[in-house]
C-alpha cells in the first residue's frame, strides 16, 4: 500500500513540513549508533515491530466539546500513605491514607496492607470510614477476607475527590519524597503496585471496560527524552526546612521498580508516526472507566451484604460510637482536618472533560499537554513542563479554571491541524 494511503489525508500535508521526519526517527543524524546509545527507556525491544502507523480518528477538541470542568487535591504525604495503627479508646483504627497522584493505581495493594493489619486482631465485622477509592476498595478486599463491613461516609465514591482524577495506572505519581519516606518505603511501594497490577489484570475485558489499555502517543518537534531533575542548588529550601517540596529532586521515583510488568514507551520511526511530528513515543496505558468501575466496585460491595451509613465525623472521638471495633480510615485529604494530620500536604490538580469519542481511543501527549480519551469522555491536562510535579503543590482552592484547559485543547488540536509551529518555524518567524 502507497505510504499516501497510509497517513490520514489531513495529516499528510502536514508531515511534508517536516524533512526531519523523513531521514527517520533513529536513522539520518541519529543513526544506528545514535539509537544503541539512547537510555533503555528510548531502546527499542524489536525493530519496527512491522507495524505501520495506523489511521487515527482525529480528536474533536473544539472549545464546544467542552461538557465538564474537575479539581481535586491530591493528598501527598512526604512519607508516603500513612499505613500506621493506634487506638482510639478501645478501638483498633488502621489509617490507608494519603496516597497523592496514584489512590487509584495503589488502591488493591494499600488495601490489602490495611486489611492484613486489621485482621491481626481477628474481626468478624469491621467499619471502613471514606468510600472514595481508597476506602471502597478497602471495604471490598475485607469482605472478600470474609468480614462484614459497613462503610460511614459522606459521600459514595462518585461524588468524592476520587471522582475528579484523571484515572490512569500512575502508582509513583507523587506519591511520596525520597528523603523523609526512606529507602524501604520503595519496597512497601513495590509490593502494593504489583498487587494492584495483579488486580486490574482480573478486570479487563469486562462489559462496559471498567478497566482498559490504549494505545498513548508522546509526540514532539524535538528527541524525546526520559526527562531527570537533578537537584537545583539554587533552591535552599527544602521539605525539611519548609515542610512543603521546594523542587522536583525531592519526589520519589519509584517507577523502574515495575518495568518488567508495565509497558514501556518505544520510539517510532516515521512510517510508524500517525502524528505530523518528526519524533513520536508510543506505549500501552492502563486507565480507569470511573463509571463502569464504580458500579462494578458499589455492586460487589452490596451484594457480599455491605452496608453504607451517610456520617460526616468532626473528631477521631466520635468513632467511639460506631459498633465496630476495626476500623480503616480512608478520608483521604480530608484527614488533614479531620485527623490534625499536618503532614497531608495539598496538590492541586485539574482535568476538562470533553464529549465522548470512542472511535478516537488513544492518547496524546505534547509539551506536557495530554488528552486521554475515555469511555465516559476525553479528558484533558495541563501540566506546567518547567515545574513538573512541583505543578499545584500547597495550592488548596478546588475551584476549576477554564483558561489552562482551553490552552490545552489548542495546543494539541493544533497537532492534528498541522498548524502547531515547530522550532524551525518559530525561529523563523522571530527573525
Ligand atoms: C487532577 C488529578 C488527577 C489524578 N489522576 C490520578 C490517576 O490518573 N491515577 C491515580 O492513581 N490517581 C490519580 N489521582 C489521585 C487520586 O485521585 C487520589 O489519590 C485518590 O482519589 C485518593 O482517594 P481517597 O479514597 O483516599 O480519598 P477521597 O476520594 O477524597 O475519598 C475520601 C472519602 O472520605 C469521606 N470523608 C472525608 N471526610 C469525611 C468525614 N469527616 N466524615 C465522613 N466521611 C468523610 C469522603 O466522603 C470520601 O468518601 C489524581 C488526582 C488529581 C487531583
Known sequence: MPRSELIPS???????????NRRGFMGGALGLAGAMALPPLLARPARAQGLLAPALVPMRLSPDQLVDMKCCLRPLRAAGPNLSTETVGRKLVVHNYGHGGSGWSLSWGSAEVAVGK?????????????????????????????????????????RTRSFRASGSFTPSARVALEGPAGPQFGDLWEQMARFSWKMFRTLLGL??????????????????????WPVDPAITESYETSGLPRQNAEFARLDSRIRDIVPQAVPLLPEENPFPTPFATRTSQMHFNFPAYAQLLMDEFFARGGRYVMRSFHAPSALAELPEDVIIHATGYAARDLWGDRSVIPVRGQTGWLVPQPEANYALRFRNMSALSKADGIVIMNNNPDLGDMLGVGESMELPQREPLLEAMATLAGVFAGTYASPAQAAGAGA
Open 10 to 20: 489531513h495529516l499528510a500535508p502536514v508531515k511534508a513540513l517536516y524533512p526531519a
Open 118 to 158: 486489621a485482621l491481626s486482631v481477628l474481626p468478624s465485622r469491621i467499619a471502613v470510614i471514606g468510600c472514595g477509592i481508597i476506602g471502597l476498595t478497602s471495604a471490598i478486599m475485607a469482605q472478600r477476607a470474609g468480614l462484614h463491613v459497613t462503610i460511614y461516609a459522606r459521600e459514595l465514591l462518585p
Open 207 to 228: 462489559p462496559g471496560k471498567p478497566v482498559e489499555f490504549s494505545d498513548s502517543y508522546a509526540v514532539s518537534d524535538e528527541p524525546i527524552t526520559r526527562r531527570v
